[in-house]
């Protein structure tokens, strides 16, 4: 019996011992105390406090775990990519999702498969839209910290003058209203002659500029809404911002000087510092063409340094940042869109005169083109200059001819 009770008492002395090296592993925040460096664009103050707040609340659970707030100045992609040829740069930062694949194919950024699977992180709580350019050959290199979408804002007083009671639906409401709005002193639409904003015609046509892995130009379903767009600049009835003598679209509208804009949810800060009243616009979600509803969704995501020596912190904080307990701090600031589908409720319950913001994300194209995406861009904005500027009305023709100059 008492050989018994001692070979008892050494088992569970072992097991024990072994448990406690388990959990030892499981939180390597127990033991050490250790620095990360969180690599930033510089912003502004307001974007600046939330990542400070969401810092503040992750060292609460993680004392031992200190983290360096990097703000990169100037050319971010350019400076990201010195630091990383010195391996100085920081253990997670900043990705943008247009140069997300070239980030990734030159195999600087950690695969997250792993660090997911070993804490449970799952793709299905983001917006889907959201991961794509931040997976690559299966594999998920980043998880998107927030995003925004296009939306239509308008000026309420212009539409009530005009006899409209309610923002359009559809492409055939978007031209009349713009065509009624346009006086000698206004223009019923204004947006940028960019692919970032004229895009979402060509889907809302049942057409496509990107199939998933690589751009495509000359869809005829495409061609023709983004034809639709680019006539209304033809027309007289929209206009871009240099147009109107505003240096963006965000003063256009405050002076004004449209009644509509296509635009993100950033203007709504922008607009609170103008002293615009928020009950003199409304937003709405894009007015839907012959094949159903589309918009822009923008968004960055954490991504993790291949070279960080503290990868499984790294993972935790990109984690905290990305899920509930980091994205309330978003959905208070109300600057940008929680990337977490659950946030996302609570911005919509938060901000409900946004929920067309929220209710894009559903169905909205990333901005994101594959490896060649600053090329692709260039491409298009260049074909749109030549239909609208140069007059050239044949819009297959000037991007194969674009193509034949950019996508070298």
């Known amino acids: 019996m008492k050989k018994f009770l001692t070979i008892l008492l050494t088992l569970i002395f072992l097991l024990s011992l ?21 690599g930033a664009w510089a912003s502004s103050p307001a974007e600046k406090k939330i990542v400070q707040n969401q810092i503040a609340a992750f060292k609460k659970l993680y004392p031992n775990v200190d983290i360096k707030l990097v703000e990169i100045v100037g050319d971010y992609n350019q400076k990201m990519q010195l630091l990383m040829a010195s391996k100085t740069e920081p253990d997670i930062f900043y990705m943008d999702s247009m140069p997300a ?16 699977k070993k804490y449970n992180v799952k793709t299905i709580g983001y917006e889907s839209s959201l991961l794509q350019p931040f997976i690559y050959k299966g594999k ?4 998107p910290k927030d995003y925004n ?23 055939q409401e978007l031209k009349e209203y ?14 940028n002659l960019e692919l970032a904003r004229i895009q979402p015609f060509a889907y809302q046509n049942g057409g496509k500029v990107f199939d998933g892995s690589k751009p495509v130009f000359t869809d005829p379903k495409a061609l023709e809404g983004l034809k639709f767009a ?6 007289g009835i929209c206009k871009t911002p240099k147009d109107l003598g505003a ?12 009644a509509m804009t296509i635009e993100g949810g950033w203007m709504i800060p922008f607009l609170n510092d103008r002293k615009i ?6 937003i709405a979600e894009l007015p839907a063409g012959p094949a159903g509803k589309s918009t822009m969704a923008f968004t960055v995501a954490y991504v993790m340094s291949k070279n960080s020596k503290h990868k499984p912190e790294a993972f935790k904080l990109i984690r905290f940042l990305t899920g509930e307990g980091g994205q309330k701090y978003v959905v208070e600031a109300g600057l940008a869109l929680p990337s977490l589908k659950s946030a996302g409720v609570n911005f919509a319950k938060t901000y409900p005169e946004r929920k067309a913001l929220v209710d894009g994300a559903k169905y909205a194209q990333v901005y994101f083109y594959g490896l060649d995406g600053t090329k692709v861009v260039d491409v298009f904005n260049k074909a749109f200059e030549d239909y609208v500027i140069g007059k050239k009305y044949d819009l297959k023709k000037n991007i194969e001819e674009r193509v034949k100059q950019i996508m070298k």
């Open 230 to 235: 680019l006539d209304l600049f033809k027309e």
């Open 247 to 258: 240096g963006w679209v965000g003063d256009a509208f405050a002076d004004k000087k449209a």
């Open 277 to 282: 009243p928020k009950d003199q616009y409304g």
């Open 149 to 171: 979408t296009l939306v239509l804002f308008y000026n309420k007083e212009m539409f009530k003058q005009a006899g409209l009671t309610q923002p359009p639906k559809t492409w």
């Open 18 to 38: 072994v448990a406690g090296m388990g959990a030892a592993q499981k939180d390597v925040f127990a033991t050490s105390k250790i620095t990360l460096k969180l």
């Open 178 to 191: 713009a065509k009624k709005l346009t006086t000698d002193k206004v223009v019923g639409l204004t947006m």
């Open 101 to 116: 694949w070239q980030y990734i194919a030159k195999n600087v950024l950690e695969p997250f498969d792993s660090w997911m």
């Open 140 to 143: 998920v290199y980043g998880l």
